[in-house]
């Protein structure tokens, strides 16, 4: 505490005495003043933080911690408080007191200054922990009348209870908080004497839920067995969150008491619904058909997810259930078309957002592909369609296109007329590029510059301590904080910082610029343009070159393993997969071994090493491409995913199939959507880097035309 207090003043001192320094300074510049400040040198430091100005000591704290040096980070917050003026010394008061109550002398009284500059919900939390720790019990009571149910504000009820213990409103409102808590670690934090004063279910609930958090889960699972029945004698309370049900589901399954939970769970659900709490019986017949489901109870899961899904109104919740049964519907016994139809006709009717139903959709299609239902394919696509994801429907409509070229559908559209329809989907999938290209069309991506929509504007508008923090974490180079930042909560950040942020990324950590890239996508209003779809699918340029060598030697079409290795380890040369798949193409130990004797690399051959793998890949894809029993890349990829057996396994129970339909009807989904996804992402790189057009790639494919 000495060592830290000296580098402090000597800080403080050094603030003003010496000259600056240029800026922004590199990674390994700051890496080196850092270390210099660690051993007690601060002058490079001290200059850097005044040349740099607001924001400054809050940054150069959180470099110290990401260094490693936690007494210099100390040191420098407690500079940000002092110096660096609101937003950032609110934000380092935050993080220093939530760390460390006691690194501050006064720290109710920063506090309070800090508030009076701009009070914010982070500075509320550390006050009432602050309170908390210090036993103020009155102080905290007054806080009540400003709760609104997070975490952090259990002592305020707390202690509301103690000094209000007749009062109907802070009964209410502490039995509400304790059902609804998302965090029942925060429960914790009720005073004993508090709890006391609970009514009988409010208590019981409030015991079941802290004894599951404590491990406890006997205990967890009487007191919850004791709540329902106290519960259910009460008509008019409302029960609506779901995290105690997953709570008591959780503890029975670490009992071993999975069915004799699911069926109380189910019962409990009916007294719910009974008493019309919807949201309490949804979260007790969702929970029982979890359970049921881990037990391969499909039937019973189907019919509780079922009961889960009609007890709700369209929402989130309904939309959950009907996924989680559709899920579990193929599994149940004896299980025709016509009642898995009847099924997805009552998810077409109610869903309140078809995307979230696009996997068990392409699923759907799958089976009648595979199964050459193609009457009932058409007639769910002419029905329900428009209540399809684009996505789904851009797939229907190519998979109906090939059914009627290929012979399987008569009587209806043309297949000029469902490739149409199919290519009006995003053009970044592989159902509207593949006929796109049959129509000779081409991806119409929006400018690189759209239009803000609701989303961004409000974003922008709210631009606040997060927006201003990332900016100055691009500045100083530290790309991988502000990923870090976006990650935890990426809703308080524009999509211009995001993109930002990404593209920092792309050259040394193309994995994590996707994954933040991405995050954009989720945005409900997001429109992406060009320049999105080269962040989602960038070309690291260390890698060009020696992927289209590599590709040339081997006559592989560049695009398909730029493509492969986007999807395989989106062009991390250090990626390994839980399988053990390694390097760019994620080749498995015994292939490596095989390809690397092949091709006459040494025992020293690393498969981490990038330019040895795309040597390999494109080898391999070459060879799997030549063999008697692949008639094309949809078949060669599937073969890449999944092994030569599986796909000549495949071909033999569908020999009449056409390449694209034979790509639709692999019965594994992860083979399915990996020739999809090799597809997308080849055709979308000969767009973005070798500005070709798609019906030319397609046919130098030899895709069928």
Request: aromatic share 10%; hydrophobic share 40%.
């Amino acid at each position: 505490m000495k060592h830290n207090s000296c580098i402090f003043f000597l800080l403080f001192f050094l603030l003003s005495s010496f000259p600056l320094i240029s800026a922004p300074v590199s990674r390994e510049e700051l890496t080196e003043i850092l270390s210099e400040a660690a051993q007690g040198n601060s002058k490079k430091l001290a200059a850097l933080a005044q040349q740099e100005g607001a924001g400054s000591w809050y940054i150069l704290s959180a470099a110290a911690g990401k260094a490693g040096y936690r007494q210099l980070e100390n040191s420098l917050k407690i500079l940000s408080v002092k110096k660096d003026g609101a937003p950032f010394s609110h934000r380092s008061l935050v993080e220093l007191l939530k760390e460390n109550p006691r690194a501050l002398v006064r720290p109710l009284a920063a506090l309070k200054r800090a508030e009076r500059e701009g009070c914010s919900e982070d500075l509320r939390a550390v006050r009432i922990s602050l309170l908390a720790s210090r036993s103020k019990e009155r102080a905290l009571a007054k806080e009540f009348a400003g709760c609104s149910g997070q975490a952090f504000e259990a002592p305020v009820l707390s202690a509301a209870l103690k000094q209000q213990p007749e009062n109907e409103d802070v009964l209410r409102r502490a039995g509400e908080f304790i059902s609804a808590c998302p965090e029942p670690e925060a429960l914790k934090l009720f005073d004993s004497l508090a709890v006391e004063h609970l009514p009988a279910a409010p208590g019981l609930l409030y015991e079941g839920r802290t004894a599951f958090v404590s491990g406890s889960y006997k205990r967890a699972l009487d007191a919850f067995q004791k709540w329902m029945e106290a519960a259910s004698k009460e008509a008019d309370v409302q029960y609506g969150s779901s995290a105690a049900f997953e709570e008591a589901a959780s503890a029975a399954e670490a009992l071993g008491q999975e069915k004799i939970w699911a069926d109380t769970l189910l019962n409990f659900a009916q007294n719910r619904a009974a008493a019309q709490d919807e949201k309490a019986a949804w979260a007790c017949a969702f929970q029982a058909g979890i359970l049921y489901e881990k037990l391969q109870l499909f039937e019973d899961a189907a019919a509780a997810y079922s009961r889960a899904a009609e007890v709700l109104p369209v929402s989130l919740e309904r939309d959950k259930a009907g996924w989680r049964l559709l899920r579990v519907l193929p599994k149940t016994a004896a299980l025709s078309a016509e009642k898995e139809l009847a099924v997805w006709e009552n998810v077409w009717r109610n869903a309140d957002n078809p995307e979230r139903f696009t996997d068990r959709l392409e699923e759907f299609l799958q089976r009648r592909v595979s199964r050459g239902e193609w009457r009932v394919l058409e007639e769910s696509y002419r029905k329900y369609s428009d209540r399809w994801s684009l996505s789904g429907k851009s797939l229907g409509a190519l998979a109906l296109a090939f059914g009627v070229r290929e012979g399987f559908v008569r009587g209806g559209q043309s297949a000029q007329e469902y490739l149409e329809e199919a290519a009006a989907g995003e053009p970044w999938h592989w159902a509207a590029l593949r006929s796109r290209g049959f129509l000779g069309g081409e991806a119409d991506f929006p400018p690189e510059t759209v239009k803000a929509g609701p989303a961004e504007t409000a974003c922008r508008e709210e631009q606040g301590t997060d927006e201003r923090i990332l900016e100055l974490y691009l500045r100083w180079d530290m790309a991988e904080a502000a990923a870090e930042k976006i990650q935890k909560a990426p809703y308080l950040y524009s999509c211009r910082s995001i993109r930002s942020t990404a593209r920092a990324l792309a050259e040394t950590q193309p994995r994590l610029s996707i994954r933040i890239a991405y995050l954009l996508w989720n945005r409900p209003d997001f429109k992406p343009c060009r320049e999105d779809l080269l962040l989602c699918y960038p070309l690291p340029e260390k890698y060009r070159e020696p992927a289209r060598r590599a590709a040339e030697e081997e006559g592989v079409p560049v695009e398909i393993l730029y493509g492969l290795i986007r999807v395989e380890s989106a062009w991390d040369s250090n990626a390994v997969s839980r399988s053990g798949a390694e390097g760019l193409a994620q080749f498995m130990p015994a292939t490596w071994e095989e390809w690397r004797r092949r091709l006459g690399y040494g025992n020293d051959a690393d498969p981490l090493d990038g330019e040895v793998s795309l040597v390999l890949a494109a080898a391999y894809l070459d060879w799997l491409y030549s063999r008697n029993w692949t008639s094309g890349w949809i078949d060669t990829l599937a073969a890449y995913n999944a092994g030569g057996g599986r796909v000549r396994s495949w071909r033999r129970w569908r020999p009449y199939y056409g390449d694209d339909l034979f790509g639709m009807s692999l019965p594994v989904e992860e083979s399915r959507y990996y020739v999809r996804k090799v597809l997308a992402a080849a055709t979308l790189y000969g767009i973005l880097y070798e500005g070709r057009g798609i019906e030319e790639m397609h046919r130098e494919w030899e895709l069928e035309f």
